[in-house]
């Protein structure tokens, strides 16, 4: 069958899905779906930079604050801007940003590509572990500034009543683009040049590539769809304050595109439905545990114990995570010498 | 800024500067045999305050229970290196360290199911929190202890680095892990020494915050940690020496920077990572190192 063909059929199938489950489904499992949707588009980009470009960054949270916050500041009626902000008097500026959803998610992940733009200059001059830290760093300079310029983020106390305009057909539909974007990334020459800055950087740099560049471009349109993704999130969640954004998110992230294989976007997307679902399912690990009979209480935190160890057991002995850095479909070809 | 708010500051900046060198040093050490960012170091300092902590609240003198804390983190150190780092000496960089940051997540998160993630009071001996008053300086007695302590430390450490066998081997690991296994050394062995030396400095550093700011909680190893392993690679990772220089100059800066600009106390705890951009836009060895491929101490 035609390839062409088959892929159109396939993503009208999933639309008509997202389309049905939006209509039909109960508000229980809509809320579930719409995470795994979102975590998806952030694993989906977070696994470029990390995966496909081999940069280890830990940076997510930052640019998913961005968009967030640039979102919700867009998205937010002038007059509910003038009520919630109890601290200090919004910026002029804050009141007069406005837009309509979709404008305002796409502003929100072009502020944070331009962001990550900024930030290649200092970070990209290194290589790994200090690359691996600086990201870090950024994350929480990020919730820093958010938490000091109440003026722009009114503060710790974050913002709310953001107009709930993400549904999952909105947060479906990004999604199916975020994977198409990078599948198209992935093998197109940008993608091949990536891949050979992750295995060999000195070697892709005598082949003429411009290793500074290739990482620039991944680390730019990883970091434009996280904050659509943090644009999604706001306003799903319809609220968002600092705290929100802090390494854990991060963390979910890692854990997510390390199961399913550092690289491969199909493994990105199967591990974001276990991870998110054993999340959900796992739920019960903060509640409280009887064991034959004996009360333990309730252990708040159960559960990251519990991912904690998933990672590091996974890194032990399955450091490939699922399917490697291969895509699903892969697995199906025929081996061609 | 007069006189007597100069040198108060002085001498908070001096013990805030230490705490950081002291962690600095687990960083830089392990960094140099391993070429590893050990995430886990800052939990590892919460570890050591923690058993300090439950060996006092169980009503042993203070002394036991700092010694208890600084053997408590060190056996931490070694098992997380046993459990975690071992089985991948031989695995991509990036393996490493994505275990690292699963142990620093784990311990965080085991501290809080265990114990609650609300801070709980430190509450040091009596000789310890004395202050005292001269020409208008208020000087509790811990911020003179601690400066002293840790430059006590830094000389027992060069010393074992620089007159001891191990300290030798530790040096020649730094430089050359496979042709040192060559020699006959037992390279695990001396990594074990290293996480043990680099955890207690860490436990003693832990111990310290507990006593200045005095409570503990189970997170309170992140931040700290992240600006301490700032402090390595400013004084140039891999350096002790530098480790120290550089955690005395973040803690003076943050002190001075607040007591200067009282609008930029909100931004304290982003100083650090200003400074290791800097660093490594202009200077990417650091104060004290040198070419970052090669070991040294």
Redesign the interface.
């Given at each position: 069958m035609n390839k062409f063909l088959r892929n159109i059929i396939l993503i009208a199938i999933t639309i008509y899905f997202i389309y049905y489950a939006q209509n039909h489904f109960d508000s229980y499992t809509l809320s579930i779906l719409d995470n795994i949707g979102i975590f998806a588009i952030l694993a989906l980009s977070y696994n470029l930079i990390n995966g496909i470009a081999?940069q280890?960054s830990?940076e997510p949270n930052g640019f998913v604050a961005i968009g967030a916050y640039f979102t919700a500041i867009l998205l937010i009626p002038t007059d509910t801007k003038l009520d919630m902000f109890a601290l200090v008097d919004p910026a002029p500026i804050i009141l007069q940003m406005k837009a309509h959803f979709l404008p305002a998610i796409l502003i929100g992940g072009v502020a944070a590509s331009f962001v990550a733009l900024l930030l290649s200059?200092?970070v990209f001059?290194?290589r790994?572990?200090?690359l691996?830290?600086?990201t870090?760093?950024?994350g929480?300079?990020i919730r820093?500034?958010a938490?000091?310029n109440p003026a722009y983020t009114n503060g710790a106390m974050g913002l709310n009543d953001i107009p709930e305009e993400a549904n999952f057909l909105w947060i479906g539909i990004i999604c199916i683009v975020t994977f198409l974007v990078m599948i198209h990334v992935i093998y197109s020459k940008f993608g091949r040049a990536m891949k050979s800055v992750r295995d060999d950087e000195d070697a892709a740099s005598a082949m003429g590539i411009n290793t500074f560049k290739m990482k620039t471009y991944a680390f730019m349109t990883s970091a434009f769809f996280e904050g659509i993704g943090g644009g999604l999130l706001a306003s799903m969640l319809t609220t968002i304050t600092p705290d929100q954004f802090s390494?854990l998110l991060t963390?979910q992230l890692?854990i997510i595109i390390?199961l399913g294989g550092?690289g491969s976007m199909s493994g990105a997307l199967i591990a974001t439905i276990l991870v998110m679902g054993g999340m959900e399912w796992l739920r019960f690990l903060d509640d409280d545990i009887t064991i034959f009979g004996m009360d333990l209480g309730a252990?708040?935190?159960?559960r990251?114990?519990v991912?904690?160890?998933l990672?590091?057991v996974m890194?032990?002995f399955a450091?490939r995570g699922l399917l490697g850095d291969r895509e699903l479909t892969e697995f199906f070809k025929k081996k061609s010498k | 800024m007069d006189m007597q708010i100069f040198l108060q500051q002085l001498v908070n900046g001096a013990s805030l500067g230490s705490m950081y060198a002291l962690i600095a040093i687990g960083y830089t050490m392990v960094?140099g045999v391993l070429?590893?960012?050990n995430f886990a170091h800052g939990d590892i300092m919460m570890v050591g305050a923690y058993f300090t902590f439950f060996a006092k609240a169980a009503g042993l003198p203070f002394e036991v229970a700092v010694l208890i804390g600084i053997i408590g983190a060190a056996v931490v150190g070694i098992l997380t290196d046993k459990?975690?780092y071992k089985?991948?000496r031989d695995?991509p960089?990036?393996?490493l360290?994505?275990?690292a940051?699963?142990?620093s997540?784990?311990l965080e998160?085991?501290f809080?199911?265990l114990f609650g993630?609300t801070p709980k009071a430190f509450s040091a001996p009596d000789y310890l929190t004395k202050i005292f008053h001269i020409h208008g300086i208020y000087l509790p007695i811990s911020v003179i202890i601690i400066p002293t302590v840790t430059l006590i430390i830094l000389a027992v450490v060069l010393w074992i680095l620089y007159k001891t066998k191990y300290g030798m081997a530790i040096r020649a690991l730094a430089f050359d892990i496979q042709t040192v296994k060559l020699m006959g050394i037992d390279a695990d062995r001396i990594i074990m020494i290293v996480f043990a030396i680099g955890s207690a400095l860490a436990a003693i550093g832990g111990i310290f915050y507990a006593i200045s700011y005095p409570s503990i909680d189970p997170l309170m190893g992140?931040?700290v940690g992240?600006k301490a392993?700032?402090a390595a690679?400013l004084g140039g990772i891999g350096s002790v020496g530098g480790a120290v220089v550089g955690g005395f100059i973040l803690g003076f800066t943050e002190i001075f920077v607040v007591a200067m600009f009282p609008e930029l106390g909100?931004?304290k705890?982003?100083f650090?990572?200003f400074f290791?951009?800097l660093v490594?836009?202009f200077k990417?060895t650091g104060i004290m190192g040198q070419d970052l491929e090669r070991g040294r101490f």
């Open positions: 081999g280890f830990l200059f200092p001059r290194v790994g572990d200090y691996a830290i600086v870090l760093g950024f929480f300079i820093i500034f938490i000091n390494f963390f890692l390390v550092l252990h708040p935190g159960m990251m114990v991912f904690a160890i990672l590091i890194m032990l450091r | 960094y070429r590893l960012i459990i975690a089985p991948l695995a960089k990036i393996s360290l994505i275990t940051i699963g142990i997540f784990f998160n085991l809080t199911v993630s992140i931040i992240l392993f700032a690679v909100g931004y705890d982003a650090a990572f290791l951009i490594l836009l990417p």
